[in-house]
């Protein structure tokens, strides 16, 4: 069973960058497809990006796209996903996930981690 642990959150200004990670404990970030999603105030959680177990077929939200920058660092075990030009609407608790073959905007990942909060000011 692997459990996923994000940090980077935070408090940023709009217009500003942040990067999350999130490490697998106990299994290899190779070995999953990888992904985010993330919860604002009063919304459901949301499909953001999600990368391949071979590091391919990247994809991400309309709103993601251009700004967000998922990837893998096998060396570091992680994930990542820079956040450039921020918007108060990014605002959210960043969810990590992962599963065996893939993970999609519609289903519903095999393993999330606790989250961790993004909170852009404007």
């Known amino acids: 069973q692997v459990q996923l642990v994000e940090s980077g959150g935070g408090l940023v200004q709009a217009g500003g960058s942040l990067t999350l990670s999130c490490a697998p404990s106990?299994?290899?970030?190779?070995?999953?497809?990888m992904g985010w999603f993330r919860q604002g105030p009063g919304k459901e959680r949301e499909f953001v990006a999600r990368?391949?177990?071979?590091?391919?077929?990247?994809i991400y939200s309309d709103s993601a796209k251009g700004r967000f920058t998922i990837s893998r660092d096998n060396a570091k075990n992680t994930v990542n996903l820079q956040m450039n030009s921020l918007k108060p609407e990014d605002t959210a608790v960043y969810y990590c996930a992962a599963d065996y073959n893939s993970v999609n905007p519609t289903t519903r990942p095999r393993f999330w981690g606790q989250g961790t909060q993004v909170t852009v000011s404007s």
């Open positions: 106990g299994g290899s970030v190779s070995s999953y497809a």
């Open positions: 990368i391949m177990r071979y590091g391919s077929n990247i």
